[in-house]
């Protein structure tokens, strides 16, 4: 019992000391630091903390808790900073939740990431510097931060700091951030920016599309190109343009025209595949303006229609650059074109068509390209059409340079004969047929009987001239060939059909006063032979010849002589007279 006894008073000791020692400590009659730290509680503390803020620093760090800390820090916010680390990231945390305000400097980074690794949310609610500060933190590495923590001044912060965390902020920031930096020409990694964030900008602002690292820009520019949007000429230059071309040749025909034509001329130039319709006429022009060589590079419709367009305009064309082909085109196209082609080449396409037997217009020859022609190979002379192969026949002819005989026909010798009669000479003998002849000379007769072709007149008859100068093997040759003027009198249909050796008989005609008288020479001849030739020749005769001197001689008898002379009976004939000075000569006098 004595013990309980003792016991009892102790507790009651130690509890009445406990009341006093804490009233004492409200009246601030004791301060804190001088009760033993054995028999100090938080109480105590809170009650000594509440009096005097002061005594804040006395207490034990054991007795400090968050109650007597949110104590202190009601009475002095900046004690917190005093307070254990544990207790001052629990009451700031505390604050923070409540939105109630902390001074800036209260809060130091470390403090900070301790409050937001607690809640991650409450980071929004710190000091701007402090946050930024663990934002960049936590984005460096790799921590996950919600999106609607970071805005864009936050994030312009952090890129300030290091520009690589920007492809690690939240998509709208990262995109809202780019399109400021672009749009202020501020760098940008080209690892940040992908082809989505891009198309957000151009967007905004399609000229910013110039500001995007080069891959991506090429990327948006094709799609918009592939998908018939605008874009700006200026923003495309030559090297995107090729790298657009690269993915799709057929893309080139939406380039700005400038972009489009210099693509054209480089591919061209390097030999590159381009496609027939991807070049208008218009971009083919520009193109050859600058380098006419390109033009036999074009697709070939785009490459006629130019030399088409060139030719008419009288402007020149290097001769590699035509080829048959072409030539045949314009040539079906337009003989006035074809005529405008360099003289070499055209003469070099003809001798090849002739030479390969292929077909050619005739008004597409001309008598200097002929005659180029058959200064390479006179055999092509046979295959020109027919009037400029008589004319270049007629003009070697001409000149007396010899042209073989298997380049004549009948038709061509009548029409050198009827160019010039004078040709006669110098044409191969043995291509002179009959129907040369006939034909000659029935142009030299007219329908009456009497003469003539228009060109040969009483007093130029050339044709006859000419004939008489030519050699004895050519004449024979000439059944129908007359060799003096009496042939002008002769009946064409009469005569036509009679031996050279008889006509031959006629020499001379004589005319007085109009009429006329012609003299045959029977020489030679019997009765047998003389009759029916004489009676062929007395009807090819015109009315106007009065008298026919009949040559029959005398020396060898009388037979000749008489068979004449009775021929006054004929109807034909009023009589006949002898002349005086020559026996062997009989004149007829023909009856009208």
């Known amino acids: 019992m004595?013990?309980?006894?003792?016991?009892?008073?102790?507790?009651?000791?130690?509890?009445?000391?406990?009341?006093?020692?804490?009233?004492?400590?409200?009246?601030?009659?004791?301060?804190?630091?001088?009760?033993?730290?054995?028999?100090?509680?938080?109480?105590?503390?809170?009650?000594?903390?509440?009096?005097?803020?002061?005594?804040?620093?006395?207490?034990?760090?054991?007795?400090?808790?968050?109650?007597?800390?949110?104590?202190?820090?009601?009475?002095?916010?900046?004690?917190?900073?005093?307070?254990?680390?544990?207790?001052?990231?629990?009451?700031?945390?505390?604050?923070?939740?409540?939105?109630?305000?902390?001074?800036?400097?209260?809060?130091?980074?470390?403090?900070?990431?301790?409050?937001?690794?607690?809640?991650?949310?409450?980071?929004?609610?710190?000091?701007?510097?402090?946050?930024?500060?663990?934002?960049?933190?936590?984005?460096?590495?790799?921590?996950?931060?919600?999106?609607?923590?970071?805005?864009?001044?936050?994030?312009?912060?952090?890129?300030?700091?290091?520009?690589?965390?920007?492809?690690?902020?939240?998509?709208?920031?990262?995109?809202?951030?780019?399109?400021?930096?672009?749009?202020?020409?501020?760098?940008?990694?080209?690892?940040?920016?992908?082809?989505?964030?891009?198309?957000?900008?151009?967007?905004?602002?399609?000229?910013?599309?110039?500001?995007?690292?080069?891959?991506?820009?090429?990327?948006?520019?094709?799609?918009?190109?592939?998908?018939y949007e605008e874009i700006p000429e200026e923003i495309i230059n030559e090297e995107i343009a090729k790298s657009i071309i690269e993915r799709d040749i057929y893309l080139i025909d939406r380039l700005p025209y400038e972009i489009k034509m210099e693509c054209i001329y480089d591919r061209l130039d390097n030999d590159e595949e381009i496609p027939y319709e991807v070049i208008d006429k218009e971009t083919a022009k520009a193109i050859i303006s600058k380098d006419i060589f390109l033009l036999k590079k074009l697709p070939y419709r785009i490459k006629v229609e130019c030399i088409y367009d060139r030719l008419l305009a009288n402007r020149e064309i290097p001769k590699e650059l035509i080829n048959e082909e072409i030539i045949e085109w314009l040539m079906e196209r337009s003989i006035l074109l074809f005529s405008k082609l360099p003289f070499e080449m055209k003469v070099e396409f003809i001798y090849n068509r002739l030479v390969e037997d292929k077909e050619i217009r005739a008004n597409a020859i001309n008598k200097e390209i002929a005659k180029a022609i058959i200064s390479k190979d006179i055999s092509l002379l046979k295959k020109l059409p027919y009037e400029i192969k008589v004319e270049c026949i007629y003009e070697r002819l001409q000149n007396h340079t010899y042209v073989s005989k298997e380049y004549y026909d009948t038709d061509t010798c009548i029409t050198l004969l009827r160019m010039d009669i004078g040709v006669l000479k110098d044409i191969p003998s043995d291509v002179i047929n009959p129907k040369v002849i006939s034909s000659i000379l029935e142009d030299f007769f007219t329908e009456r009987g009497m003469i003539l072709h228009n060109t040969i007149t009483s007093a130029d008859t050339k044709f006859l001239r000419v004939f008489c100068n030519i050699d004895e093997e050519i004449v024979s040759k000439f059944p129908l060939l007359l060799v003096n003027d009496a042939i002008k009198l002769l009946k064409y249909e009469e005569i036509k059909n009679m031996e050279y050796e008889d006509l031959k008989r006629i020499e001379k005609i004589d005319i007085f006063n109009g009429m006329s008288k012609i003299y045959i020479d029977f020489h030679g001849l019997t009765k047998k032979d003389i009759e029916p030739i004489f009676e062929r020749l007395n009807s090819a005769l015109p009315d106007r010849v009065t008298t026919i001197e009949v040559i029959h001689g005398y020396n060898n008898g009388t037979v000749l002589r008489d068979f004449i002379r009775e021929k006054y009976e004929n109807s034909k004939f009023s009589g006949y007279t002898k002349t005086r000075d020559n026996p062997g000569v009989t004149r007829i006098h023909r009856k009208f």
């Open 2 to 227: 004595l013990i309980v006894g003792i016991l009892f008073i102790s507790v009651c000791f130690i509890y009445f000391l406990y009341v006093w020692l804490l009233i004492k400590i409200s009246k601030n009659k004791i301060t804190i630091d001088s009760i033993p730290r054995i028999i100090l509680t938080k109480k105590m503390c809170k009650i000594a903390v509440k009096n005097d803020i002061n005594s804040f620093e006395h207490i034990p760090m054991s007795l400090l808790d968050k109650e007597i800390a949110e104590i202190i820090i009601s009475k002095d916010i900046f004690l917190l900073k005093k307070l254990p680390y544990e207790i001052e990231v629990e009451c700031i945390y505390d604050r923070l939740a409540n939105d109630e305000e902390i001074p800036e400097e209260i809060i130091n980074e470390e403090i900070a990431k301790a409050i937001i690794e607690r809640d991650i949310y409450l980071i929004d609610r710190l000091p701007y510097e402090i946050k930024v500060k663990c934002i960049y933190d936590r984005l460096d590495n790799d921590e996950e931060i919600p999106e609607e923590i970071i805005n864009e001044e936050i994030a312009e912060s952090i890129i300030e700091r290091d520009i690589s965390l920007l492809k690690k902020l939240p998509y709208e920031i990262k995109a809202e951030c780019i399109y400021d930096r672009l749009a202020n020409n501020k760098e940008i990694p080209v690892d940040i920016i992908n082809k989505e964030i891009a198309e957000i900008m151009i967007s905004k602002d399609i000229f910013l599309l110039k500001k995007l690292p080069y891959e991506i820009k090429v990327e948006c520019i094709y799609d918009r190109l592939a998908n």
